[in-house]
T-cell receptor, first 113, second 114 residues
Framework: SAVISQKPSRDICQRGTSLTIQCQVD?????MFWYRQQPGQSLTLIAT?????????ESGFVIDKFPISRPNLTFSTLTVSNMSPEDSSIYLC??????????FGPGTRLLVL | AQSVTQLGSHVSVSEGALVLLRCNYS??????LFWYVQYPNQGLQLLLK??????LVKGINGFEAEFKKSETSFHLTKPSAHMSDAAEYFC????????????FGSGTQLTVLP
């Protein structure tokens, strides 16, 4: 399975600011995904990021709030824009391996004050 | 569309006892099924998966799960719980067709009592 790292691992931010989360994979992958895990909740898919094309967002998530970049096959970023306390969550990236198996990064724990 | 139901948001077992975490799915086509574990302050780790073939699948840390199509279930078991098994467990499903979306259950928090 791929080794996935995320930066930062955690952050505390002020409302109204933006945070960019980085996801790095040790091998080339086609599909990368970004998830949100709100406190005490399960995972919700934010968007799917393919290299060379626009990200595909799930219902309830928009590009203006969660812009995503995918400049190459090993890297992606997710920006959480104009943050509010409701954005306090764990943000996880994942990659797709064989047979649609997804492997997850360690997550970024975000607290918005 | 697919969905996953995990019965019991919290399960407590004694150390050495059987662990049984329940997962039922709904899918209109043959599913791929997964169990992930999340330890405190960590990301998700794949425990095991069913895609095709043998319906009883073995994973890491002594866990196993059985795909039962007639019951639309994929329950996770471990014969003897260890203190280190305390974590949140998520069942997930995706379709075996072209769709890639992974749908997660609500999670089960496992507590292991000494």
């Amino acid at each position: 399975s791929a080794v996935i790292s995320q930066k930062p691992s955690r952050d505390i931010c002020q409302r109204g600011t933006s945070l960019t989360i980085q996801c790095q994979v040790d091998s080339q992958v086609t599909m990368m995904f970004w998830y949100r895990q709100q406190p005490g909740q399960s995972l919700t898919l934010i968007a799917t990021a393919n290299q060379g094309s626009e990200a595909t967002y799930e219902s309830g998530f928009v590009i203006d709030k969660f812009p995503i970049s995918r400049p190459n096959l090993t890297f992606s970023t997710l920006t959480v824009s104009n943050m509010s306390p409701e954005d306090s969550s764990i943000y996880l990236c994942s990659v797709e391996g064989q047979r649609k198996t997804q492997y997850f990064g360690p997550g970024t724990r975000l607290l918005v004050l | 569309a697919q969905s996953v139901t995990q019965l019991g948001s919290h399960v407590s077992v004694s150390e050495g006892a059987l662990v049984l975490l329940r997962c039922n799915y709904s899918s209109s086509v043959p599913p791929y099924l997964f169990w992930y574990v999340q330890y405190p302050n960590q990301g998700l780790q794949l425990l095991l998966k069913y895609t095709t073939g043998a319906t009883l699948v073995k994973g890491i840390n002594g866990f196993e799960a059985e795909f039962k199509k007639s019951e639309t279930s994929f329950h996770l078991t471990k014969p003897s719980a260890h203190m280190s098994d305390a974590a949140e467990y998520f069942c997930a499903v995706t379709l075996s067709g072209s769709a890639r979306q992974l749908t997660f259950g609500s999670g089960t928090q496992l507590t292991v009592l000494p």
